[in-house]
């Protein structure tokens, strides 16, 4: 290697991106490790932490955005109104340099998905399956899950091999309040416990194996509960992202989950967007603090009851919240599920992605 010829992983990266041109890189092997020495992109090089054995290629922002003069990428202003509405706290940097690339690697991944089955289709003689590609997002509560799964839903719906991309969140599965509230896991909401696993795992089951017309529970942030009058229909899409703090948990998370399978055995890929603890505690108090001034004012919220409280209270009441329930589920049983992703975000102060990690 390094005299030239493409190394192996030259050929497998470059073709999910669909480059012309391919990885060069130059390995040394030293004594028990491997240490890269250097990829050159396009012209660009890569340099990737000096690490032992890592299994993940590391991109700076720069890097990452770079990836764009691979394959020219631009939004239409129809586009961009569209994803400002998804957030208007959203940078279009942000878009255009991270998740536009992200999402062309997830097109491309997804035909070659699209092309194994069809292969396997061929060779099982049974043409009825069609299963969808299915992209896991993890994290921390208040990490930007949801906004990164709508960002990179509307941004899959562009490209011209036009699929049918569905989002479905695991928050739909956890158990209703009242039975929370009989078990006594009010304040454990999120946590493995606290989820309907068998009707979480049936639902990942079915869809992996094509079925049609699939029923979803939906979770409702302003009701605080899963809603009892109201689901959602998943029939046969191309893409499903599957969004969720514990997507990436494995069945040992669940000891009620006799059978050690869980959600993770059924993705395509996956993403974990990650961000420090402080970063993490401060989204958590300004949603709090935005939905205070919003959805708290309705009778209907469960939050109704904080209304009253004054802005002082109002953020002692969300900072208990966060430091008994949400960093101790994160610390306890997310954090630990992060090297398992096939992609890693991670993100600096205002939600501004500072690294890309993705797996070789
Ligand atoms: N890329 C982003 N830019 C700016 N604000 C963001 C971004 N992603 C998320 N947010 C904000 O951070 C908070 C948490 O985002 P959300 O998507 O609800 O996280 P999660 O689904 O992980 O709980 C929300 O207030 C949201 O507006
Ligand atoms: C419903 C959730 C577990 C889902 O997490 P998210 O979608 O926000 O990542 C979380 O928002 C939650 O309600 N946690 C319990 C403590 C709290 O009220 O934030």
């Known amino acids: 290697m390094g005299n030239g010829t493409p190394h192996p992983l ?5 073709a999910p991106i669909g480059m012309t041109r391919w990885l060069h890189c130059g390995f040394t092997a030293s004594g028990a490790s491997i240490t890269a020495r250097s990829f050159w992109l396009q012209g660009i090089v890569v340099m990737p932490e000096k690490t032992a054995y890592s299994p993940y290629m590391h991109f700076s922002r720069d890097q990452w955005a770079a990836l764009r003069n691979a394959v020219p990428m631009t939004l239409t202003a129809d586009e961009i109104d569209t994803l400002r509405g998804i957030n208007e706290e959203l940078s279009m940097a942000e878009v255009t340099e991270i998740y536009l690339p992200l999402a062309r690697l997830l097109d491309l991944y997804a035909s070659a998905h699209q092309q194994r089955s069809t292969t396997l289709d061929q060779f099982l003689g049974n043409h009825a399956r069609r299963p969808p590609f299915v992209i896991g997002i993890a994290g921390s509560v208040a990490v930007g899950k949801s906004t990164t799964a709508r960002v990179l839903q509307a941004l899959l719906d562009r490209w011209p091999t036009s699929r049918r991309v569905a989002l479905v969140t695991t928050d739909g599965f956890l158990y209703p309040n009242a039975t929370l509230d009989a078990r006594g896991l009010m304040a454990r909401k999120g946590f493995p416990e606290s989820f309907d696993i068998a009707r979480l795992l049936e639902f990942v089951s079915e869809l992996k194996a094509g079925a049609p017309k699939l029923e979803v529970p939906l979770y409702s942030h302003l009701v605080y509960d899963v809603l009892s009058d109201r689901t959602q229909m998943v029939d046969q899409p191309d893409i499903v992202i599957l969004e969720g703090l514990n997507v990436l948990q494995s069945g040992m998370d669940y000891p009620q989950n006799a059978d050690h399978v869980f959600v993770s055995d059924f993705l395509d890929f996956s993403i974990y967007v990650d961000a420090d603890i402080d970063h993490l505690n401060a989204w958590f108090l300004n949603r709090f603090m935005t939905l205070r001034e919003s959805v708290f004012a309705d009778p209907n919220s469960y939050f109704h ?12 009441t969300a900072n208990r919240i966060w430091r ?3 960093e101790k589920n994160l610390v306890e049983n997310i954090l630990p599920t992060r090297e398992r992703a096939s992609l890693i975000l991670t993100k600096g102060a205002e939600h501004a992605v500072e690294q890309v990690m993705l797996r070789k």
């Open 305 to 316: 009851k904080y209304a009253h409280l004054s802005e002082t209270e109002a953020q002692a």
């Open 324 to 326: 008994d329930i949400n």
């Open 10 to 14: 030259a050929t497998r990266l470059a």
